[in-house]
């Protein structure tokens, strides 16, 4: 039987279900791999992923929803959190509110406005305390974070009964579905994984969450740039652009996932790990590291 290099390639396992079984495949043009378990699709970027500016008429969704939320909200002083592209443009619009506590983490060098308290470093290195976060605001359409990943560090920052508000990708929508090489060739750079509504119910019931709100945002705009592969869109493309985003509304089809999840008892099982804390030998089961560890104690405990 001829030699397969990819059967000699250690695949880490699925960022929801954890399970080792996936199938290869190619999504317009890029290489990628699907849980044969829960479905989720891991992009298998051959590039170094790169970040894709924030779309402002996701932002605007985004920000929307932070100030309905903020309502909610029964203390008068709140403390939130801002992740992403779009984590500067909505530390403008929100600076100018007294009795706001503004925290922005970022990897990049950017200018913070005055009052907001800038972190320059990744959401993997961030360590904040316990309980400190009345909402955490992620936008992941432009940033290439593991959900697990977001979701497990930011389920102790938030406070009991606080909300994480995310913002991502939609993977299901007509958009993708219809013109989905040129989605992929605008999207994909950023995209650790290929999300849909139902991935991201299951992350939040794994992760300690609970849905709230879930729905999708039709942009005219990013479809016009999807139809028009990166060039100006004409004043024909921006009709159709406009014609499939009424479509997509219908449908709940749009191609931005708007999420709230609200932290709520506890999680069952932390699903991402650092890269020094994982397992030195992938291949050995966990069960048999536990073992191995009880039986050297015994042994050291009756010498």
């Excluded at 605001?137 to 102790?156: C, E, F, M, N, W």
């Excluded at 938030?158 to 040129?182: F, Q, Y």
């Excluded at 989605?183 to 995209?191: H, K, N, V």
């Amino acid at each position: 039987m001829k030699n397969n290099p990819e059967h000699l390639r250690f695949l880490p396992p699925c960022d929801l279900c954890g399970g080792f079984r996936s199938q290869a495949l190619t999504i317009g043009g890029e290489q990628a791999h699907r849980c044969q378990s829960c479905g989720l699709v891991r992009v298998d970027s051959t590039h170094e992923q790169c970040l894709v500016p924030a779309n402002r008429k996701g932002c605007a969704a985004l920000e929307r929803s932070l100030k309905s939320h903020l309502k909610k909200l029964p203390e008068r002083n709140a403390t939130i959190l801002l992740v992403g592209a779009s984590a500067a443009r909505l530390a403008d619009a929100f600076i100018n509110k007294g009795n706001l506590t503004i925290h922005l983490l970022t990897e990049l060098e950017t200018p913070a406005p005055r009052g907001v308290i800038r972190h320059v470093l990744s959401i993997e290195q961030a360590a904040f305390i316990p309980d400190l976060f009345d909402a955490v605001v992620a936008d992941v359409t432009a940033q290439p974070i593991p959900p697990s990943l977001l979701l497990q560090k930011a389920r102790p920052w938030l406070k009991p009964g606080r909300s994480l508000l995310l913002v991502a990708d939609n993977s299901a929508s007509l958009l993708s579905a219809i013109w989905r090489r040129s989605w992929m060739g605008q999207r994909g750079a950023s995209l650790t994984h290929l999300l849909t509504s139902h991935h991201l119910e299951r992350y939040a019931a794994r992760s300690g969450f609970t849905v709230r709100r879930l729905r999708t945002v039709a942009l005219p705009e990013g479809i016009a740039q999807v139809i028009a592969r990166g060039n100006k869109p004409s004043i024909a493309v921006r009709s159709v652009g406009h014609l499939l985003a009424g479509i997509a509304r219908l449908a709940s089809a749009g191609e931005v996932l708007l999420a709230e999840l609200e932290k709520h008892g506890t999680a069952q099982i932390p699903l991402h790990k650092p890269a020094a804390e994982r397992d030195q030998s992938p291949g050995l089961a966990h069960a048999m590291y536990a073992g191995m560890k009880r039986e050297s104690m015994a042994k050291s405990g009756v010498g």
